[in-house]
């Protein structure tokens, strides 16, 4: 069995070498590792940097030197209309089995992990496409409401109090989390490998000895970033002691490191509406991201009418496509038959005997 154990080791190592460097943490390759990945660092969200990007959560990825962490960041997608499920590490048969993520239309199956900003665990509430637009969610995504637009504002609850921030599925310690029959089918779609982009972001991080878990002990000091491979200057998110990951509150100073804190560390607009005072500014801006969402909703509302009546007129003028070919097809009937009578008439003249 250890000749065996040894031999198939051997050849699994063999394999890794020959993947081309940039897509090694981006496939599914089983790694013979007797300790899984460390928890989630907790960070805050960089601002959206535009319309069109989604969030890549950040993960823990593998290397010769050990684990090191892939920082979240906002990205492209490869085209309109497909969203990221996340890689995640999985545990069976006495290995971590990385499974990487993908582009798809619908987010499927990524271990039950919670990786914050919309991504709970099951399914992903950060956003959706219409109309070849992506709208974000803006309780849990950090946009800047004056550059992006299309946005609504949907509560996301959680069933428990318990602070999860295990990174991998199974074994002991991990999550126990399954497939739903969703997600399952979700794996049938079809699907876009990683980015340029997200390869050339991994490929950074892979570079940067500061990311390594054996050096950060855990707890990276950079763990976010609003573009990929930047992991310095302006918006970079570092590691915070918190209780969840979530984003900053989309206000226009929302972004300052030194925002001010109260309620056991919870920004104040997080309390509920009833924890408020009426002349509390947040409790304001909630207001106002009532009536940005009622407007939201009329929109959609004048949409599905502009719909219905495009669909009226389209039948109109299918209904005078079709009275038009009837009387073409009438007006060739009636030719042919003026000209058949025509051609019995000629042959009937030609027939009669000359005087």
């Known amino acids: 069995m250890r000749i065996a154990r040894f031999i198939f080791?051997?050849?699994?190592?063999?394999?890794?070498?020959?993947?081309?460097?940039p897509s090694q943490a981006q496939v599914a390759v089983g790694v013979s590792i007797r300790i899984g990945p460390p928890a989630l660092?907790?960070?805050?969200?960089?601002?959206?940097?535009?319309?069109?990007?989604?969030?890549?959560?950040?993960?823990?990825?593998?290397?010769?030197?050990g684990y090191f962490w892939v920082p979240g960041t906002w990205a492209l997608a490869p085209e309109s209309g497909l969203l990221w499920t996340p890689g995640y590490w999985g545990f069976g048969e006495g290995v971590d089995l990385w499974h990487a993520g993908y582009?798809?239309?619908?987010?499927?199956?990524?271990?039950?992990?919670n990786y914050g900003f919309g991504y709970t665990g099951v399914g992903f509430v950060g956003g959706y496409w219409r109309g070849g637009n992506y709208y974000y969610n803006r309780s849990v995504s950090n946009v800047n409401v004056t550059v992006i637009h299309n946005t609504y504002n949907t509560t996301v609850v959680h069933n428990n109090t318990t602070i999860n921030r295990v990174s991998f599925n199974g074994g002991p310690g991990g999550i126990t989390a399954r497939p739903t029959r969703e997600?399952?089918?979700?794996?049938?779609?079809?699907?876009?490998?990683?980015?340029?982009?997200?390869?050339?972001?991994?490929?950074?991080?892979?570079g940067d000895r500061s990311f390594?878990?054996?050096?950060?002990?855990?707890?990276?000091?950079?763990?976010?970033?609003?573009?990929?491979?930047?992991?310095?200057?302006?918006?970079?998110?570092?590691?915070r002691d918190?209780?969840?990951?979530?984003?900053?509150?989309?206000?226009?100073?929302?972004?300052?490191?030194?925002?001010?804190?109260?309620?056991?560390?919870?920004?104040?607009?997080?309390?509920?509406?009833?924890?408020?005072?009426s002349h509390d500014a947040s409790y304001n801006s909630r207001l106002d991201e009532k009536k940005l969402q009622q407007r939201h909703d009329q929109e959609r509302r004048n949409l599905g009418r502009q719909n219905a009546s495009q669909q009226r007129q389209e039948q109109g003028q299918r209904g005078q496509q079709q009275q038009m070919d009837q009387?073409?097809?009438?007006?060739?009937?009636?030719?042919?038959?003026?000209?058949?009578?025509?051609?019995?008439?000629?042959?009937?003249?030609?027939?009669?005997?000359?005087?």
């Not at 399952?184 to 990683?194: I, K, L, S, V």
């Not at 390594?212 to 590691?239: I, K, M, Q, W, Y």
């Not at 206000?251 to 109260?262: E, L, V, Y």
């Open 103 to 113: 582009w798809g239309p619908r987010v499927g199956f990524y271990g039950g992990i």
């Open 327 to 355: 009387m073409n097809r009438r007006h060739e009937q009636q030719s042919q038959k003026l000209e058949q009578r025509q051609q019995r008439e000629n042959q009937r003249q030609e027939g009669k005997p000359h005087k």
């Open 212 to 239: 390594l878990a054996s050096v950060n002990h855990g707890r990276p000091e950079v763990a976010a970033t609003p573009r990929s491979g930047e992991f310095r200057g302006r918006g970079v998110e570092r590691g």
């Open 41 to 65: 660092p907790v960070y805050v969200q960089p601002i959206c940097p535009g319309p069109g990007y989604i969030w890549i959560p950040g993960y823990w990825a593998y290397g010769p030197d």
């Open 183 to 206: 997600e399952m089918a979700a794996e049938h779609d079809r699907h876009a490998p990683t980015t340029a982009e997200q390869n050339h972001h991994f490929e950074a991080a892979r």
């Open 9 to 21: 080791l051997f050849a699994l190592a063999a394999g890794i070498m020959a993947i081309p460097a």
């Open 242 to 277: 918190a209780n969840m990951n979530r984003p900053p509150e989309n206000r226009g100073d929302s972004n300052r490191a030194d925002r001010s804190r109260d309620n056991n560390g919870r920004i104040r607009d997080d309390r509920p509406p009833s924890a408020r005072s």
